[in-house]
C-alpha cells in the first residue's frame, strides 16, 4: 500500500492546496491509496494527472470534480510590502516555507518556492496578498523530466522538511525529547510519519510518567 501510495504522490503537483478535501498531496496519494477518494479531486494537478492516475490504477479517465474547483493558470503570491505589517500569519499557513519575515516585520514571498496554493490569503488581516500569474503555464506534473515536476518534487521535500520542524518545535515546547536522528531534514513520507511516530510514543510515555510512575 505505501509503494502505491509512493507513486501516487509522484504524480500529484505537492501544492499542497488542499482542494482535494485533504491536509495536503500525501494525504490524498493515501487515500487513492486505500479506494477512499477520487482520482479527479486535485485541481492543479489539471487533466494530465486525472489521466496519469487512471493509468496508473487501472481506471477509466473522469472529468475533474467541479465540487473541488477548476484548473486555473498557475499562480505565485505577491505581498504588497508597504500595507504588510509584519503579523506572520501567512508565513505559519505556507505550507512550503515560501514565505519570508519575522514578527513586526515586513513579510516577502520566495517567488521560486511559492505553489500558489493560496492559503495565505484567508489568514492576512491586511488583504495585502495578491496572486499573480506565472509566465510558464505547465501544468504536465506527471513527466519526470519536466520543470513542473522538478519544481513540484522540490515543494515536497519543503513541506515535508516543514513537518518535521513542527513536529520538533512541539515536543520540545512539550518538554518531551525528539528521537535520536530525527533531527535531520526528512526527505520522504515514510521517515516522516516514523519521525512523528516516534515523538508521539515518546510524548505518551512521558504523560505516563507523570501521571503514573509505576506503569511508565
Known sequence: MIELADRIDAILPQTQCTQCG???CRPYADAIAKGEAAINQCPPGGEAGIRALAQL????????????????PKMRAVIDE????GCTLCIKACPVDAILGAHKQMHTVIADECTGCELC??????????????IEQ????TRPESHARQVADAARTR???RLHRLERNASKRSGVATPQGSDRQVSNP??????ALAVAMARVRAQRKITDPEKA
Open 22 to 24: 485533504y491536509a495536503g
Open 57 to 72: 490504477l487501472g481506471q477509466p479517465y473522469v472529468p475533474l470534480n467541479p465540487f473541488h474547483g477548476a484548473t486555473r
Open 82 to 85: 508597504a500595507r504588510c505589517i
Open 121 to 134: 490569503l484567508v489568514p492576512c488581516p491586511m488583504e495585502c496578498i495578491d496572486m499573480v500569474p506565472l
Open 138 to 141: 505547465d501544468w504536465d506534473y
Open 159 to 161: 513541506h515535508l522538511a
Open 190 to 195: 515514510v521517515e516522516a510519519k516514523k519521525a
